[in-house]
Nanobody
Framework: QVQLVESGGGLVQAGGSLRLSCAAS????????MGWYRQAPGKQREFVAS???????NYADSVKGRFTISRDNAKNTVFLQMNSLKPEDTAIYYC????????WGQGTQVTVSS
């Protein structure tokens, strides 16, 4: 059974930074994609960023240049460094790991005040 535990969310002023972490436990196929999604109130969940086990990354246009995704393969952990945060970044951030299946974390709240 794969479990994902996110941490690092919180309240920050606009222009500030936060770093999210997501640790995966259990049996995970070596080749996988780890990513972050977010869901703001009243909106659908949307893609934020992803990183393949080989290191290639993808970002949503809305976060390019501000967010950086990285991973520690030895620890099955993915990080999201969020800089220059904006109020519109306020959402619940979810971690997802994709192998032959999809696994989701429980989410962590990020609130950016103006």
């Amino acid at each position: 059974q794969v479990q994902l535990v996110e941490s690092g969310g919180g309240l920050v002023q606009a222009g500030g930074s936060l770093r999210l972490s997501c640790a995966a436990s259990g049996s995970i196929f070596t080749r996988n994609t780890m990513g972050w999604y977010r869901q703001a109130p009243g909106k659908q969940r949307e893609f934020v960023a992803s990183v393949y086990s080989g290191g290639s990354t993808n970002y949503a246009d809305s976060v390019k240049g501000r967010f950086t995704i990285s991973r520690d393969n030895a620890k099955n952990t993915v990080f999201l460094q969020m800089n220059s945060l904006k109020p519109e970044d306020t959402a619940i951030y979810y971690c997802k790991v994709t192998t032959f299946k999809e696994y989701w974390g429980q989410g962590t709240q990020v609130t950016v005040s103006s």
